[in-house]
């Protein structure tokens, strides 16, 4: 955490010169009385294909609209570049592709060109194509020659503004059959942006057919076919333990044939069809199921495993029994595919893709939000599923999206976005819950008021009801909040409400973003007994210890605009005498960080003097963290 005096004396003078007050809250903490275990796995992700998560997000891809899809408007994201006397035509080569999955193609015509005027077309990119000195772009493209000598493809990223040449190369000659053609961009000394476009010309006239060119900058780990550094670093900092994947709606599509269907998403980009999603645009499915399991690899965390359970968005479902079969086989394979190893058929498959040890596994969710299925067929949908994944793997959880009545799940899937009033009012609903039943997932959450990305008002909002879950976590096993990323360009968001925001340049982590990391950095592993009495009923708190880390964390969540005076009667520990304190403060619920102000509010670093009947003050509209050390 940054360090910044300034701001931390800032928000304490504004909570001792406010002119209000409210009543002292007393926090009793009997920190050797632990009253039950953290779950460890408490924080995770969950993300899927919307608001441009994946194709224009976390997955590198710099090129946007590489399978030609097109529509009475043309090739979206695609252009004519014609050079001087370079002239060109594009259409829909309708049955000439690489590839039985990409059976089409873009069919380049250069009437016109020579090398001072080269004609061909450019792509616009996903808002922008980033370009950053000293930096090497690799990519590749399919073509083949359908008439003329078309010699080699010019490939170029180009300044929009000044069409100043940023990086250029040109591939080997284009034959007859179809191939792919390797190349490598290399930028210098430029100034980094993104209004730059990727061009690819002939120097002669000639016909050829075009299919998925690609264009990555260095990766996450790099990984080829890899994800975006800056994104993953923002993931690694909430120190989640699980991503639950890969969706949400994504799982299970508007009609079944739309389903996220792993098994079309494994291997070469030309072998991967593509899919529309729920969220209204073309997937490329270059986050396949193995691109999920390495992101959770990179990240030293485990897969939530959501497996399509036969319903989908649009109502249609598949009644349990025979018809449902080929469904529940798939999910075996799928889960065979993650955990078995290489003598298994879906092991060996994917030690051939290049990884051959297995992933972790311990959470199945069978299918999403299965509520909304009126038709009622999840209970025994759900049922055929447990039992034959639990016969095969009877150490898997088996999770369930709604209760069901006919077998006992082990975990159920609960989903809360709300406004932050409503979490207030609802932060005991986990305190009286049926210890003897299902565990909880909360798989899907989040205070919605703020957008694209959330605001002040919503970091208390989450920091309230992640008081709720840590206090609750012999109960709550896992909780992930949703969505997590949207891109904030025009057109890039499908769902207000959002924890990260980025450009095709930066990223920035919302208020709740922050809280989030603070929550999950600072977990503890026992909840030990305590009590508030008096105070505001707008003020929240959690306590956890770590006896191994000899440490203990208080979360405070101030929600009202009033600082909270608060009287700490700690025993059972002998506390160090000095605790470090991570605060999140803000003047009002509206404020907010952004892509221009990506860091209006993070955590600010101070240090309190601990002594016996600690006096504090949490200042107005604020989430601490207090780290005792004991
Ligand atoms: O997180 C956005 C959507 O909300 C998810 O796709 C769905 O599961 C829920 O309704």
Redesign the pocket.
Known sequence: MRLFPFCAAALLSAALTATAQQGSATITIQADKPLHKVSPTLYGL?T?E?NYSYDGGLYAEMVRNRTFEHDWSGFEHWTLVEQGTGRATITDSKTDGPTVDLPRSLRLTVTAADAANPAGLRNEGYWGIPVRPDTIYTGSIFAHAVDGTPGPITVSLVNDNTGKVLATTTTQPVTGDWKQYQYVLKAEKLVAGALNHLQFTLAAPATIDLQLPSLFPPTYKNRVNGNRADLMEMLAGMHPKFLRMP????LEGDTPEERFDWKATLGPLQNRPTHRS?WNYTSTDGMGLLEFLEWTEDLNIEPVLAVYAGYSLKGAHINAGAALKPYVDDALDEIEFVTGDQNTKWGAIRTQLGHPKPFPLHYVEVG??DQFDRSGSYDGRYKQFYKAIKQAYPQLQMIATTPVKSITPDVIDD?Y?KQSGEFYAMLNHYDTMDRNGPKIFVG?WATREGSPTTNAGDMLGDAAFMTSMERNSDLIVLASY??LFVNVNPGGMQ?PGDLIGYDAMSSYGSPSYYAQALFSQYLGTDVPESQKTGGSDRVFYSVTTDAEKGKMYLKLVNGTTLPQPVQLQISGAKLQREAQVETLGAITQAETNSIFDPKRIVPVHSVLRVSPNLQHTVPPLSVQVIVFGM
């Open positions: 969950m899927e919307i969706g949400g709606n994504y729920p999403n939000e989903h976005y899907e949703a969505p769902w």
